[in-house]
């Protein structure tokens, strides 16, 4: 993560980030670390995360956010349709979309989670009713969406295991 941030501070003092960006970039690094903390707490959890499997991002300018993420930090276009793309670069992956957004936000993110596949996305999608929240399944083979307390939409997916 050291290596991230430092690359991070690099851009913004080269002036390819500004200071909003910085601070925007620095709060998922630090979300995306706690994410992937389990506290001794929830060693009852039938389903521990893994990773952090991706970033989803929708931006007002969807190819100039593209050419940033490509450009700054190395990564690969993996596939591309008309207003979106996936990047990835090593174990980063992150969703790049184009939207009627004044101020880019990060959509979602998705938290890779040990022992999920498809022959038990039921019996997934019951345990987290059962914990009161409410996940919503869409056409995808795995994709299960919930919401975190403070609003932000997690994509629950396969794990390494």
């Known amino acids: 993560m050291e290596n991230i941030?430092?690359?991070l501070l690099k851009s913004h003092d080269e002036g390819k980030?500004?200071?909003?960006?910085?601070i925007q970039n620095l709060a998922v690094l630090a979300a995306a670390g706690t994410a992937a903390s389990v506290p001794a707490a929830a060693a009852d959890?039938?389903?521990k995360a893994t990773m952090l499997h991706h970033l989803s991002?929708?931006?007002?300018?969807?190819a100039k956010s593209r050419d940033f993420y490509?450009?700054?930090?190395?990564m690969k276009v993996n596939s591309e349709e008309s207003t979106r793309c996936q990047l990835s670069s090593g174990n980063c992956m992150m969703v790049v979309r184009g939207g009627n957004v004044t101020i880019p936000m990060v959509d979602h993110f998705g938290i890779a989670v040990e022992g999920f596949n498809a022959t038990n996305k039921d019996t997934v999608v019951a345990e987290l009713k059962r914990r009161g929240l409410n996940p919503s399944t869409g056409t995808k083979e795995l994709g299960i969406s919930i919401k975190d307390p403070g609003g932000f939409r997690i994509q629950v997916e396969r794990g390494s295991k």
């Open 5 to 7: 941030i430092a690359k």
């Open 17 to 22: 980030l500004n200071r909003r960006q910085l």
């Open 45 to 47: 959890t039938p389903y």
């Open 57 to 62: 991002l929708t931006v007002p300018d969807y």
């Open 70 to 74: 490509v450009n700054t930090f190395g």
